[in-house]
């Protein structure tokens, strides 16, 4: 009896021992590595062999992971091949292309195969990782000594410095046209109609600015802005003065220098003085100074008028 029961334990171990993959209900599943040996750093393929009825269907659990373990990689998830077996059964060759930076003995433990609700696994496999000789290496030499690189602009500019620089052309451009057209009321867009020349229309201004009787509907403040805005905007056309932007004091100033302008500059800076007291003052002038500004305004305009020219019907004229 014991001799009967002693060829049964010997049969099952054999039959173990034979059995190189592990097995779940039909499926059987082996893996096997092209090289056991391999040189750290390079790669080598696992191949995975399973056995299954045509219609199960399995999966890999683990078919994300980018490791097997903490020291192998696997670096390739090559596509799948399937071979027809005939009877029912079919063979799917799965390989991995591993690879290991690091030197050793490594264990791969059984992978697992799920199959129809039952869970095969791969047999056990071990990895032997070499480290890299480095006195073996022929391509390694002497560090060379740092060169000193010549300049280059390009080197140093930002990527795309070519938008930053359009950027910069079109707000300085911007601003330019700011200040050219937009504050001056011009579109460069509309075709400009001819513009009066400035006596002509600094005149046509003040015959209007009275027709608004705005200093007796006790809006002196407005009144005299607008005074001063068209003595402003007629120096500028005038005479080439950029008296939009100036001072009371500045306008003063500059015009004394003029020689047409010395006789008359009187009144234009008896003008200005009312205004600012009116615009920042808050005071409120009496009726005949607010004839008086417009009477001399419109004198200072006359004085100032272009002389013709003999032999030329035109008059003489600054325009921009």
Known sequence: MSHNVRNIVTAAVLLMATLATAWGGNVTFKAKLDSATLLMGKTTTLHLEITQDKSARGF???????????????????????????NNRIQINRDLIIQSFDSGMWIIKPIPYVVNGDTAYSNQLTLKVLPVDVSQMQDIHDIKPVEDVPFNLLDWLPDYWWAWLLALLLIAGGIWAYHKYYKKGINPLKPSKKRLPPYDEAMINLQNLK?????????????????????????????????????????????????????????????????????????????DDNEVAYQRAVNFVEATRPVEQPGNDKKQEVKK
Request: charged content about 30%; hydrophobic content about 40%; glycine content about 2%.
């Open 211 to 287: 027709a608004a009787q705005l200093w007796q509907r006790g809006q002196e403040k407005e009144y005299f802005t607008g005074l001063t805005d068209i003595l402003r905007v007629y120096i500028d056309r005038r005479f080439d003065i950029n008296a939009v932007e100036m001072t009371s004091s500045q306008i003063i100033e500059t015009l004394k220098r003029n020689d047409e302008t010395k006789a008359v500059n009187e009144q234009l800076e008896m003008i200005l003085e009312v205004a600012d007291i009116v615009k920042f003052a808050n005071a409120r002038p009496l009726a």
């Open 60 to 86: 890999f659990p683990n078919e994300q992971a980018d490791t097997l373990n903490a020291m192998v990689e696997i670096a390739e998830r090559p596509a799948a091949d399937t071979t027809d077996l005939d």
